[in-house]
């Protein structure tokens, strides 16, 4: 690893399919930061899979550039993974961090860039589109969130952190997973303070 990677804060593109609230956390984060924390980051740019989303607005609220790259605007899926790794790779990001990003992620942008996910359940339990739900419609206890690194499987990385949430009675999927969500959030920026502090680990 080079010394200018090892230095300053870790660059992080981001994700987003939806309202961005995990983004809105990392930003929050990062604007309260020492510029000199070895476990700084910065959001370099956040992406979607469609336009006007929360989370791309949360971004041009606060100056950082967007992207949009839209699946039905590509020929093909392999275009369009193209042109997502395209977008990342601008920005020349150390880390992509995927906060509530709804799509598969390419081998070639995975092989190109560090990437982690949060899942809202505690895997390997309730990997897919609909974590929350299927845990409540099983009839757990406790669930919770899971932050992993991506690979080419659904859900199935290396898992880096965890956190429980118990379900309470009478909970809606919507209920419990707000609760989820407010676990979520710290977790994900305890997590990339906590690459970024360690990055000589895991950056190549
Ligand atoms: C989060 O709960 C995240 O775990 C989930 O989408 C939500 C996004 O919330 N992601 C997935 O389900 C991915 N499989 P946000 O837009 O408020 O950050």
Redesign the pocket.
């Known amino acids: 690893m080079s010394t200018a990677l090892a230095a300053g804060p870790l660059r992080v593109v981001v994700l987003?399919?939806?309202?961005?609230?995990?983004?809105?956390a990392l930003l929050d984060a990062q604007s309260n930061a020492d510029p000199a924390d070895p476990s700084g980051y910065a959001v370099v740019a956040v992406g979607a899979d469609r336009p006007g989303t929360?989370?791309e607005e949360r971004a041009i609220a606060r100056g950082i550039p967007t992207f949009t790259v839209r699946l039905g605007d590509f020929p093909s899926r392999e275009e369009w993974d193209r042109a997502l790794l395209e977008n990342v790779s601008a920005h020349t990001p150390h880390l992509v961090v995927?906060?509530?990003?709804?799509k598969l992620i390419g081998p070639d942008l995975l092989r190109a860039h560090p990437t982690v996910?949060?899942?809202?359940a505690l895997l390997p339990s309730f990997p897919?589109?609909h974590?929350v739900r299927d845990a409540l419609a099983h009839g757990v206890k406790v669930t919770g969130?899971t932050i992993f690194w991506v690979d080419e499987g659904v859900?199935t990385g290396a898992i880096i952190d965890q956190r429980a949430v118990r379900v309470e009675d009478g909970d809606t999927e919507e209920t419990l997973?707000e609760r989820?969500?407010v676990e979520?959030r710290v977790m994900f920026v305890e997590t990339v303070r906590g690459l970024a502090a360690d990055r000589t680990s895991w950056l190549t």
């Open positions: 987003v399919s939806g309202s961005g609230t995990n983004l809105q929360g989370g995927l906060a509530g990003f709804m996910n949060s899942h809202p897919g589109a974590g969130c859900d997973h989820i969500k979520e």
